[in-house]
């Protein structure tokens, strides 16, 4: 099987290649300064995320979901 290094886009073997899924040790190295300099990131969720997902507190969303499936008489309706 082939794979595409992600550093230098040359086509490389996947199956026996002990620096997969980079073509050598020196694409591994590169990607790995990418990432100590600071260059990769893993974003962080915002602070409107973090407002949303407060623990003990069901979403909008969640809630409207359980209204629906509730009768007139807030018991769960029979089909």
Do not use: H, V
């Amino acid at each position: 099987m082939k794979a595409i290094c992600p550093i230098c886009q040359k086509e490389t073997e996947w199956e026996g290649n002990r620096y997969r899924p980079f073509c050598s040790e020196r694409c591994k190295l590169a990607d790995l300064g990418r990432w100590a300099s600071g260059e990769y990131r893993i974003a962080a969720p915002s602070e409107e995320d973090e407002e949303k997902e407060t623990p003990g507190q069901p979403d909008e969303e969640a809630l409207s979901d359980e209204d629906s499936k509730k009768g007139k008489n807030g018991n769960p309706s029979s089909f």
